[in-house]
């Protein structure tokens, strides 16, 4: 079973309307990553946190999301007006560091549909 | 930034066959290259990864195989088995982050009994 805990697992919402996706990384992970999935196609990176600091983002999420990392055991995704073409699986990853010692564990997804 | 293209889309083998999955990718920089298997409906579960330092690796069932010149690296499934059917995924990341991954677009393994 996934170490790393998203929630909720499925969530539905109008265009326009906002969106909020969690994810509990592994206990003891400091890196933090999320991915856009769509259609079981290629993962696309969304944005990377490191002991809660986001140090790496697309230019997507700079413009029409919000995610925080407020601890390390909770940490959230928001899209602040949601588009047909944000219907995703949302998937959340964790891993100990961002060196090399390391394995990345990742969640089962949330997954939007938005109509 | 780093590109990852995985060659074979879809894949059919016969259960007791091998089953190879190529990928290339662009960076020089890249020394992680993870696979993972996502099966329907589910998040992505880690298969096996290898690092830069070496060209095989192997674990059980499961070969990897890293060519750092041709910039290519493939993952061998032996002895196939009808539940090793799934969509295998490869990735890329470099050292100083090997979380922040590069992932090709998939190939849909699907193994026949």
């Known amino acids: 079973d996934a170490a790393v805990t998203q929630k909720p697992r499925y969530l539905i919402k109008m265009k326009g309307q906002e969106a909020e996706m969690k994810c509990i990384p592994e206990?003891?992970?400091?890196?933090v990553f999320w991915y856009q999935q769509k259609q079981s196609k290629e993962l696309k990176f969304l944005i990377y946190?490191?002991?809660?600091?986001?140090?790496?983002q697309i230019d997507m999420v700079k413009e029409r999301f919000s995610a925080v990392c407020p601890s390390s055991s909770l940490c959230s995704l928001g899209i602040r007006t949601c588009e047909a073409e944000d219907s995703a699986l949302y998937l959340c990853?964790?891993?100990?560091?961002?060196?090399?010692?390391?394995?990345?564990?990742f969640g089962k997804g949330t997954r939007l549909t938005v109509v | 930034g780093e590109k990852v293209e995985q060659h074979e889309s879809t894949l059919s083998v016969r259960e007791g066959d091998s089953a190879v999955i190529n990928c290339t990718y662009t960076?020089?920089?890249?020394?992680?290259f993870p696979w993972y298997k996502q099966e329907a409906g589910k998040s992505l579960h880690f298969v096996i990864d290898?690092?830069?330092?070496?060209d095989r690796k192997q674990s059980q069932r499961l070969i990897v195989l890293l060519d750092k010149k041709a910039k290519r690296f493939s993952l061998h499934i032996t002895a196939t088995q009808p539940e090793d059917s799934a969509i295998y995924f490869c990735?890329?990341?470099?050292?100083?982050?090997?979380?922040?991954?590069?992932f090709g677009d998939g190939t849909v393994l699907t193994v026949k009994p």
């Open positions: 206990k003891g992970h400091t890196a």
């Open positions: 290898i690092r830069s330092n070496v």
């Open positions: 990853s964790s891993s100990r560091d961002r060196g090399r010692s390391t394995e990345v564990f």
């Open positions: 960076d020089t920089a890249s020394s992680y």
């Open positions: 946190f490191q002991n809660q600091q986001p140090l790496d």
């Open positions: 990735a890329a990341s470099m050292d100083t982050n090997t979380g922040k991954l590069t």
